[in-house]
């Protein structure tokens, strides 16, 4: 995900900030575990999720952020070595922007709500195919390595759109923080589908 678009989000609820009551703005920071399906390649690890919310009904709130699906620390640019390709790992890396409605239903403790939700995904990652083959998706990059023999690899860079459905609580910890639990689900183009479960701390304007 470009970081413009990153920025350019974040400027835009500064500014609204300055526009709407204080009072029914909020932001949230989570980091959680998530298990990732994408063209049949599956990766699980951290992730992350920052939003900025606003409440424009008693019940109902709008957020907006940034998603990190997935980040396989190993993937490069580069062409893997002759080790990468005996173990034959499929690589990637993905994140989201997203813009979802939250229906709460608040209690004495806390908050609980569900959310529902599109996002504009980015997926990128290298698919390693045994054999001289033709590529689903990216680019093609035939290699020829010692002691294996011939190997496909299939670089890409996937844009796409999903739907999100979550349930989650905010517990009360204080006059303007909050504890919040989630788990998520998200299906998407390209078969792309995640699983996650976070936690995270939302603070009240």
């Not at 990153?6 to 009072?23: E, G, K, P, R």
């Not at 709008?62 to 080790?83: I, K, R």
């Not at 670089?155 to 459905?165: M, P």
Request: proline share 1%; with cysteine; charged share 20%.
């Amino acid at each position: 995900m470009a970081k413009k678009q990153i920025c350019l989000l974040v400027l835009s609820w500064i500014v609204s900030i300055q526009t709407l009551a204080a009072d029914n703005l909020y932001s949230v920071f989570s980091v959680g575990y998530s298990d990732v399906e994408f063209i049949q390649d599956s990766n699980k690890g951290l992730g992350y999720k920052i939003a900025f919310g606003y409440q424009f009904e008693p019940q109902w709130y709008v957020e907006a952020g940034y998603q990190l699906l997935v980040h396989d620390s190993l993937y490069s640019t580069e062409l893997p070595t002759a080790n990468a390709v005996t173990n034959a790992e499929n690589l990637q890396q993905g994140d989201a922007l997203f813009i979802a409605f939250l229906g709460k239903a608040s209690g004495r403790t806390g908050e609980l709500f569900y959310r529902l939700g599109v996002l504009k995904t980015d997926v990128r990652g290298q698919q390693l195919l045994a054999g001289g083959r033709e590529c689903e998706f990216g680019k093609a990059n035939v290699l020829a390595i010692a002691d294996f023999g011939a190997a496909t690899l299939c670089d890409y860079d996937e844009s796409g759109v999903a739907g999100v459905i979550g349930l989650g609580f905010d517990y009360f910890v204080g006059a303007r923080t909050m504890i919040r639990t989630e788990i998520e689900y998200i299906k998407g183009q390209d078969n792309l589908s995640t699983a996650a479960a976070t936690v995270g701390l939302r603070y009240n304007f």
